[in-house]
């Protein structure tokens, strides 16, 4: 069958490496177990290493010491990323205690608070690999399928200060992640040694099938006017509607996704589409609907053309739609009104419903790490230590102290003082907002710095800004390594994407509420372009903004680029 361009609908795949290594590898098992135990290599086998994704972790390299060890003809310096399962990113003091001395005697020393609410941890060598893992697990946290062709971390925000809603959302975001966990026992054995009583192949995948789905999928929750998780970014998003602290259902977004690559035509950053409202109790079977229809028709072929929103736009949005309704045996509810107003993180002292108060800190690019004068992990450690809050990751690489009795609030703040951690004066409105991706030198995808630059440009950018009179103002900044879009780049009012070391492409325009992409504005600026670009651009926006204008809304008004598509909705 063919669509009106004449593209194949419902191609024959003819299936990609990673298909096959899938196919083969016993439900996710491979030679993992083999390879841990061989210690002549810090490497694992190739093929392992697209298995051990599903298992939460990445073999990476030192990027730094590349062309050193080669030159000393050294193997590169392998060690692992260890990715935290955590819906909703809530992790108590006693887990947040452990991943902070886990990181000290098994990692790097530093705990990245990721995008997606989840910890990481970066340069966990092969031999200590297992025995962080089942650290980890001991804190019954795990890392299945943290990464991998599977459902993600459910993302959902979790601050209650911010709506009565959060507790039912947060539940419902821990309901879905193990709705959709994979049921293999690979993990099990491989890292926790927990032998089977009955034969591996006895293994049954009923959502997923032996072969798993094409590609990452990614499920988030919204509670509106929040949108701190980017629910249009991922492949199914739930938009919470409810009264009181009852969530009723959900307006469901679908084919949201960031990732292109720019030496493949076709690729391309997308917002998810409102296809409908979804009561409550039918939540799950929709989303496990929504899963296996791209489980089935998604590209098998090539995997930069495989992610839900592909699939999507390949059958038609209202055919996959028509598709996903016969499926479920009914159709979906009209969309519900709803408003988003920004997807940022929300700082400060929030009391929630309960009666518990909740803190939103500032943490530079969900890096916790000590440095010279400011001892950011060891002030959160001497907190978690208390066991007095808990600890919440946001979706902007943030982290909420929350469940703080009032009794304890005046002990918490003290330390949050003393180590300089909050209140913090000086920071700039884009600072604040700014997210950069891990990029180097740990990830393998990376073109140019992210994590590691974007505090200095901010420097450079907050001397335009208060030239501008522009410090306190809210400005969405992101950066990333590649087009890979992990620091959801596309979603900035201001967006850099890193082409080459030093060379970024510049993007202007996003919604603040993250309903709008941006467009590329100028290719492959060195810093000084981008800071000559800003010296007019800010300088404008504060002379010609309205009322309460947005500076991504304004650079499309006033024509400085193109509007991008807002969210559809499809009938
Ligand atoms: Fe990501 C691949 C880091 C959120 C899109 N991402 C990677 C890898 C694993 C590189 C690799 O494949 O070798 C990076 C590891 C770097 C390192 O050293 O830690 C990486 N992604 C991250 C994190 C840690 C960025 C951060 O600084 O916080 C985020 C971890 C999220 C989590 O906890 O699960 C992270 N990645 C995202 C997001 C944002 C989101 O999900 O909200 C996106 C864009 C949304 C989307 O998926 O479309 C994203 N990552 C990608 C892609 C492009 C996927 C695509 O469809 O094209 C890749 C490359 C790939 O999958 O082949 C990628
Ligand atoms: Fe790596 Fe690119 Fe993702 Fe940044 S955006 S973490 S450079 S894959």
């Not at 300089?420 to 000086?426: D, F, G, S, T, V």
Request: with cysteine.
């Amino acid at each position: 069958m063919a669509d009106t361009n004449n593209r194949e609908v419902f191609p024959t795949w003819n299936p990609s490496e990673v298909e096959g290594i899938k196919t083969k590898s016993n439900f996710l098992r491979g030679t993992i177990e083999q390879g841990l135990n061989d210690l002549a290599t810090g490497a694992i086998a190739q093929d392992d290493t697209q298995l051990i994704k599903f298992h939460g972790s990445y073999q990476q390299t030192d990027r730094d010491l590349e062309v050193e060890r080669k030159h000393k003809k050294l193997e590169p310096l392998y060690s692992f990323m260890i990715r935290v399962r955590i819906p909703g990113g809530v992790a108590t003091a006693t887990q947040w205690s452990l991943f902070d001395e886990l990181a000290k005697t098994h990692a790097s020393n530093t705990l990245k608070l990721t995008t997606r609410q989840a910890f990481q941890f970066h340069g966990v060598i092969k031999r200590k690999l297992k025995e962080t893992m089942q650290k980890m697990n001991e804190s019954l946290l795990d890392s299945i399928a943290a990464c991998g062709d599977v459902n993600r971390n459910v993302m959902c925000t979790t601050n209650e200060g911010l709506s009565p809603l959060v507790p039912a959302a947060y539940q419902l975001s821990k309901e879905i992640s193990d709705h959709l966990l994979p049921k293999t026992t690979a993990y099990h054995e491989i890292w926790l040694d927990q032998k089977l009583l009955v034969s591996s192949q006895e293994d049954e995948e009923p959502i997923y099938g032996k072969t798993y789905l094409p590609r990452k999928f990614k499920i988030a929750i919204a509670i509106p006017p929040y949108n701190d998780i980017d629910v249009f970014s991922n492949d199914l998003g739930l938009i919470a509607i409810g009264k009181d602290d009852k969530i009723e259902g959900f307006n469901l977004s679908i084919g949201g996704g960031l990732g292109m690559t720019f030496t493949e035509q076709g690729t391309y950053p997308r917002l998810g589409d409102i296809i409908g409202y979804v009561p409550y109790d039918k939540t799950i079977a929709v989303i496990e609907e929504v899963v296996k229809l791209q489980r089935d028709y998604g590209n098998r072929e090539n995997r930069r053309m495989s992610r839900l929103k592909y699939t999507i736009d390949r059958l038609g949005p209202k055919e996959f739609k028509t598709l996903l309704e016969q499926r479920l045996g009914f159709v979906l509810d009209k969309p519900k009104e709803f408003k988003l107003e920004t997807n940022g993180d929300v700082f400060g002292w929030q009391k929630a419903q309960s009666g518990k108060w909740f803190l939103g800190l500032f943490i530079e690019h969900g890096r916790v790490k000590d440095e010279e004068g400011y001892l950011l992990k060891t002030g959160l450690r001497k907190i978690a230590d208390l066991n007095k809050c808990d600890f919440r990751l946001t979706g902007n690489q943030g982290l909420v102290l929350g469940e703080i009795a009032d009794k304890d609030k005046n002990e918490i703040s003290a330390l949050l003082k003393e180590y300089n951690i909050w209140p913090k004066a000086n920071l700039s409105g884009a600072r604040k907002n700014a997210i950069a991706c891990v990029a180097l030198n740990t990830c393998s995808l990376a073109f140019a710095e992210a994590e590691r630059y974007l505090p200095s440009l901010i420097d450079k950018i907050d001397e335009i800004l208060a030239q501008s009179k522009l410090t306190n103002d809210d400005i969405l900044i992101r950066m990333t390594g590649c087009p890979n879009g992990c620091g959801r780049p596309y979603l900035g009012e201001i967006g850099f994407v890193g082409r080459s070391l030093g060379k970024y492409n510049m993007y202007l325009g996003a919604g603040f509420a993250g309903e709008r992409l941006n467009t590329l504005y100028k290719q492959t600026l060195s810093e000084h372009e981008i800071l000559s670009e800003l010296k007019v651009l800010l300088p404008r926006y504060a002379k010609e903004r309205k009322q309460g204008e947005r500076f991504g809304d304004f650079v499309v008004r006033v024509g400085i680029v193109e509007p991008q598509r807002e969210i559809q909705y499809i009938d």
